[in-house]
């Protein structure tokens, strides 16, 4: 399969919505969660298929409009949205919510107001500083996803279970990760844009045809030569919805996008779960743990991560994408920019496609920019 | 690279005594903001708009720390009565004091008292000048810079309400009818100053015919001081911050001066390193650059006497601002007011916030 | 007469301007300008702060030139009191208090902080009123160029202020209190830690039904963090009388707090404006707990001598509103109370400061308990509950909601609010985004102000 043929990956997501659609006819429950501070494996270990929710798009933007103002974040309008029109979302038997950003936390209970879908809020502290506290209290919010799990799926995620589970995602992330170190070899002919189709695709499936997938590309037929010249990127900001390409496709267009640290992205497969210690235990301090999100407080190992990539990956330009309204990243922007003293494209949007040409212009300027600085 | 601070913030941190990120500059830059302007004498002093106006742009181009509202010292006297003609070039010129002598002065003043309103309209005299200058710069910039408005002091005023002559003779002959002028004097002043509190302006009491080039320091305790004191009394009453401005000579008097209760004393023709000596922990300073250089000089000499001026005038405990002694020559060249204002500047940098070097 | 104005007469009670607040003052005697001082038994000239509003309109608070102020002595006092926190914080420092920025929580972490001897707390959160005072663009252009621009909380301003240096001092600890609140001062807090170093983080909580006992042990492990930063930097060890007397005293001024609201929002006596300040200072006493407590049984006193004598402030049949989140703009409550209608309930985001603590459990559960009560801690039904009941309490006609645009919880749940207050309580809802600082409120937010309230006028007709 050619890893860049966006096609393929279309009708094995085609293939696995009506396997999914089979799965619920018989009885297996399909959760849906938006965050990757949603520990999957317990969903696993309850018997559940867990579906990442990241799909987003201007006309859900808009229906979700109704209960929401029009400065609310595009995302979770259209996360909104789309549990009137997506038959995936419509199909759901729960949805997991954590309390990252106060948009985010706000929207189960909105979901709730209109959808007939029980829903669980899993309370992650906003403060990142591993105090036992804190980590005790998210093991106990673990707990209570447990027993919601239970007696949603009548499974109790044993320890066996648990780590059965862990193990599977363990090996996933570990698999994905090559492929993520993958997109920054240059000549390797895999893009970004495809990476992210990849995760968001390993989010869907069963983690057995994930890991059949990766096999597959891990060993390509000869890659199609990449000019080296392009200028390297690191991708930075908000959340990337699965159906939401233009910009790394337009950016992909005239530069590498090297490294990210996006929540659909790279930030979705680094680390590892303990598999020595409980499992709960465990995953707290996995999901705890993670590279924080920009709305983490406080979030400097987020910077230092950036700055990592910055150097491992000789990334020469930043860019900073924010969906409109989304607090916690847009103000973080200025800092990154001095923290880590590369030129930065700062681009804001809501899936609208409104300024597309307009963003063409500023990307390739910027791409020139960074060129002519090469030179 | 814009200032950590602006006017407003600078001057709100000298008056509780906290560092400043530099000192404020304060050439006491008034009528000269006309010509700089284009614009006549005589339309500055008779128009509100216009005076507020050219101090606007003034404060724009050398970007100063305060906005001043100010005509000439004859300005509550002329609402009293005095007579003063407007030339178009030049400030007012008194005319015809109210009264010839202090005899005349005595028999009409019990009138004249009670006739004073406790709050002026704008028709009292120019005071209306006054207020739409106030008006206008704070509207236009108040939350940046304080506006500030000259005030006469009583004993100054009461010389424009009577021939100089009889009052200065008067103050050995008839010292009672001086005190109860000034008492009339000293109520026309509040009540002026409280129209001009309400504009949204930070008052200053300016009395430069009570300096030591007029009057003897046993005069300036027995006849200027007190009725100062009643004024800045009024004016803590609101819990203002009192400048008193005395230009000329005042080594004789500097040591009494801090009795009248203002918190900075804007000085002139004194060795700054004296007033430092005598009541600088007691008050703040002003002051106080020789207008006359500030005229005549070249740009490059005026920077190395400011940058002198500035580094003793920093030693203030209380603070310091760096100024003029007194107003700014009406035709002072602008590239020296820029020097002036550039060299305090630089030489007046403080450590800001204090702990933390400051990268130019 | 009301015995704590010290044998002054309070005139009839009214709304005047700032001019006719010169000429009252003109009458104020001497003595009293004397008698009131902050940090008691403190007496020095600097601490005097009974001034009318022309003194703090010179020194920059344009707006005041706009308002209406309630006329009676205690009214005085309060804005001359609030008019001069910033200074008091400086005073602070300067007469050896450590000075102690406690930011996002609203309220319960002051109650900690006032335990330690000498130890002021502050909420730079409150700054956020600053810009509309000054009718100013001065810190929110400040707190852009750092990195927080348009469309954000005016709660920004904070940002600006931390970075001047100049409206409160260097703190010497901040707590930023982040979680289950608002993202726009998540986001102030994050680059003022960064650009303080000097920061403790803490938790809030999310408020999970039946989960409370975890949530106050979570808090308190969190508070103990912050105690010992305390210690470390007072060398004062904190024992639990300390704390609970801290505790009694933040109740004193909670009961008053709740006493005036009674008053005001049942019988008319105070205005919204003075009543939004004072329902704020339960958030930190504007620095100066003692004092505070005094201005507020001065104000009871006077609310309560209004209500015996029957002399409201507003007409007791004015239209009767409910208010949702605090205006930033003050000018708001002036121009509705002018245009015949007044506030009877309000929800302003600090329910965690009203409600009083508990005095019979340790000082550290009962602040934490407090904090689970915040308005926003909780689900936007919990929030809309909140505001139901008060509106019931005093049969409000319609409800208010100023929000902010990009205001994280603005956006989420503004909407739902309305939807379900109008569902419960039959009431119209005028919602509106609150203009950045200027003179003025905008002409399309005044029309439809006087639209809905005409609204509520035919309502009414047709009721009788």
Redesign the interface.
Known sequence: MGINEPESLTVLRQHRLNELQELKSRGTRLIGYFCLYVPVEIVRAAGAVPVRLARADYPSSVAGEQ???????PF?KSSLGLFNSDPLYQQLDGVIFV?T???M???P??VA?RVRIPVF?L?L???S?P?P??IA?FT?QLNRLTEFLSHLTGTTPDRERLLAAISTENQLRSKLRALEMLRAVPGSGLKTSRFFDLIALATLLAPEQTLTLISEIINPPTPPAVDECQPRLLLAGSIVAESDRDLLNLIEERAAIVADVICTGARLVEGEVATTAEPLTALARYYFGRIPCA?R???DRLYQHIQQLIEQRRVQGIVYQTLL?C??W??????LRRWTGLPMLEIDHDYSRQNYEQLRTRIEAFVEMLCSLKR | MPEILNPRERFSLLVIDEPQDRVPVFPLLTSAAAPLAGVPLRDYYTDGITMAKCQLRAQERFQTDFISIFSEVGIIAEALGSEYRYPEADLPVLNQPLWQDLEQAQRSLDRLQTAIPALPDRNFGRLGVYLDAINYAYQAIADRVPVLAYVPAPFTTAQQLVEPESLLIGLVENPDAVQRLLTLATRAVIAFSRAVIRAGALPILVDPLASGSVLSPEHYRQFALPYEQQVINFWHRYDLDVVLHICGATSGIIGIMPETGADLLSIDQIELDCALNTVGTRVRLIGNFDTTTLWLARPGEIESRVTEMVIKGKTAPRGYVCATGCEVPIATPPENLAAFVRAGKIAGEYEFPPGRKRSR | MNELNFGYQDPAPDRITFEEWDDLFQKIPDQLIEKFHYFPPNTEAWSKYLFPPQVFAIYGARHLRRLKFDNSLAALRLWGFVNNESERLFRARQSGRKVIAVMGDLGPLAVLVNAFPGCVPFYPDCWWWTPFAMESDVLLDTAARLGIGEATCYSRAALGAFAKHSYFPDPDLIFAATGASCDDYSGVESLVARMTGNCLWIETPLRLPDDTEALVNLLVSEYRRAVSALEDLTRIRLTESMLAKSVQRANEVRRLTARLRRLAYQDAVLPALEMMLVEFGCLHYYSDISEWTEILRHLTATAEYRRQTSQPVNNPDALRLAWLTPPADPLLLTLIEDRGARVVATEYVINQALTLLDESVPGLTAIALSHLNGSLNGTTAERAALLISAAQAHQAEGLVISGILGGSHCAMESRLIAEIVKKKLTMPVLEFDVAPPHPEIDRSTRTRIDAFLELLRSRRCRKF
Request: charged share 40%; aromatic share 8%.
């Open positions: 209960l929401l103002r029009v400065d609310a974040c979770c309390n950003c106060d948009m936390r706000r929207l209970e909105l107001t809020q309370y502290p906003r403060t500083e105090v506290s804190r209290e106990r709305c407080r406080p979030n309204y607090d916690p847009r103000f973080e922007a200025r800092d």
